[in-house]
């Protein structure tokens, strides 16, 4: 769950890592998942607020996180009926 929306996410992983700027331990969430013509706008909406409410049921993670990295396979999905593979790095805000 990204604030609330439901993502269906695949070859998602975890990581702790220390921050070089605060030397605490933070979270950091990498998956794919994919975006149809259809739910484009929205998702590009839900990503450009970067402060997320991330929960993640099956790990029992929840934290505050902004995104560390971002790529999409796909730039146009204005065209009906296309589907993009989303990556999104998720970083634990401090």
């Known amino acids: 769950m990204i604030n609330d929306r439901k993502i269906?996410?695949?070859?998602?992983?975890?990581?702790?890592?220390?921050?070089?700027?605060?030397?605490?331990?933070?979270?950091?969430?990498?998956?794919?998942?994919?975006?149809t013509s259809a739910s484009y706008h929205d998702i590009t909406t839900l990503l450009y607020t970067n402060d997320?409410?991330?929960?993640?049921?099956?790990?029992?993670?929840?934290?505050?996180?902004?995104i560390a990295a971002y790529s999409t396979s796909i730039t146009n999905l204005y065209d009906e009926n296309q589907v993009g593979k989303f990556y999104l790095e998720l970083m634990e805000q401090n």
């Open 8 to 35: 269906h996410a695949f070859d998602y992983k975890e990581e702790l890592f220390i921050d070089p700027k605060s030397k605490k331990e933070r979270h950091m969430s990498k998956f794919f998942f994919h975006v």
């Open 52 to 66: 997320f409410r991330i929960e993640v049921a099956e790990t029992n993670l929840m934290m505050n996180a902004e």
